[in-house]
């Protein structure tokens, strides 16, 4: 199969502007979860979706927002950009049939000028 | 922060040595996961161990898990070049990851 596969890989904007990251999961696999890693806040949890619901929502303000389609691929979305969200935004698959490992994809390295 | 900690933040080895990271935790889980990390890229699932056990190995891993006092830790042996990356321990009891700290190894040849 193949693994977890996420575009852009790497992303450059300016504060203020808006930003959309793709995840697309393991072929199979119905729940996505996306994370963000910084040097500052290590790995953090943003939230999970399951048959296109949010299921799961870390401490994030509203600006971060994400949405899964029928497919299972997602998308999150982080509006108003700040210097603070440039970061490597991680995304995870998981089949809920009772697998616990989450499988993640490469990650995107979004850069906020 | 929910975090957990690891120890060491760094470690140095050489080749045909073990590494032994620590990893502590706050809440109650239904199992802890070990990941790896090369240079900044995604992380790699290397292995799985539930509340109700105690250790478990794959390959040249090793991981203990004491529920009591909330730690676990991974280790592995004879180490190889290739093993230098950063490694990261991972809660999950609500559907979530709660990630540690990590620990930065480096295996020199």
């Known amino acids: 199969k193949a693994g977890v596969t996420q575009t852009p890989r790497y992303l450059i904007k300016t504060r203020g502007q808006q930003v959309t990251l793709s995840c697309s999961p393991i072929?199979?696999?119905?729940?996505v979860s996306w994370y963000q890693q910084t040097p500052g806040q290590g790995l953090q949890f943003l939230f999970e979706?399951?048959?296109?619901?949010?299921?799961n929502k870390g401490n994030f303000p509203g600006r971060f927002s994400g949405r899964q389609f029928s497919n299972s691929r997602s998308e999150m979305n982080v509006s108003t950009l700040e210097l603070g969200d440039s970061a490597l935004y991680l995304c995870a698959s998981r089949n809920t049939g009772g697998e616990e490992t989450q499988y993640f994809g490469p990650g995107t390295r979004l850069l906020v000028l | 922060s929910q975090q957990g900690e690891e120890d060491p933040q760094a470690l140095s080895i050489q080749e045909g040595e073990n590494a032994t990271m620590n990893c502590s935790y706050k809440?109650?889980?239904?199992?802890l996961q070990w990941y790896r990390q090369n240079s900044g890229r995604g992380l790699v699932h290397l292995i799985l161990i539930r509340s109700n056990e105690r250790e478990k190995h794959s390959g040249r891993l090793r991981v203990t898990l004491d529920t009591s006092k909330k730690s676990s830790s991974l280790l592995i042996t004879a180490s190889r070049a290739a093993d230098t990356a950063s490694y990261f321990c991972?809660?999950?009891?609500?559907?979530?990851?709660?990630f540690g700290t990590g620990t930065r190894l480096q295996v020199f040849p």
């Open positions: 809440t109650s889980i239904n199992n």
């Open positions: 072929s199979g696999h119905r729940s």
């Open positions: 991972a809660t999950d009891n609500t559907d979530k990851l709660i």
């Open positions: 979706y399951f048959s296109e619901t949010q299921r």
